[in-house]
């Protein structure tokens, strides 16, 4: 084995960021996991390498940023000899990555992002902006790392480490957790636009979130509620006090 170090890892990371920069019909993401494998696959397979390429020059359509798990699956098999392993576990598992990670980045995350991004623009338009973007691009850039390297130690047995984490109860937790700053910025809305519709909104949004999750989100509907009331007194209170005017 020739061993993977933190040089080989960034330019995993580096070039993963581009898999989805060369879409076809035929082939989806197909030729940019073979781009992200590239320099990794020329190193490891010698005079071998025509045929290896050509294994992975196929169908390939996953979310992009769990791809990174795959590509640490793909790495190991592949620098082990077990080419058709390597591409039979990104046959396999692309399907299932591609829904969690829909639901955990898109679904979940992106929403949460933004919406924290917009609570401080009320306040900062330009801390709002960097807010999401640091927030954002910090979360999937430690996605893909820490994805990465799960896949590369556990490329003997891929589906059962993916299968041990569930990643839908992670969503369902982080899309409770919107509730709070969602509530906060529903609340500076209604002051700002001053609309007889103000006292109806306070209402609304507990209640909408209380019959959305039923029992599930009974707290969170409360934490939205109290968030709400703090985001209409934050308006007189001049909140946050510690940024700029």
Known sequence: MIGIGIRERILFLVRSLSIQGSWSYRHMQGLGYFFVLYPWLRRITGDDFHKVFKRHLTYFNTHPIMASYLFGVSARLDEEGDHEGSVRAKNTLMGPMGAAGDSLFWGSLRPLVTVSGLCVALFNPLVGV?????????????????????????AADPL????????????????????PPAGFLLGMVAVRTGTPGTVLLLFCVPLSLYLMG??????????????LILGVLGLRMELPWFLPR
């Open 130 to 154: 960097f807010t999401l973007l640091f927030l954002h691009n910090a979360i999937q850039l430690f996605a893909r790392w820490f994805l990465f390297d799960k896949g590369f130690e556990n």
């Open 160 to 179: 059962s480490c993916f299968a041990d984490h569930d990643i839908l109860g992670y969503s369902r937790k982080i899309r409770s957790a919107i509730a």
């Open 214 to 227: 039923r029992k599930t989100l009974t707290v969170w509907a409360v934490v939205a509620f109290i968030s």
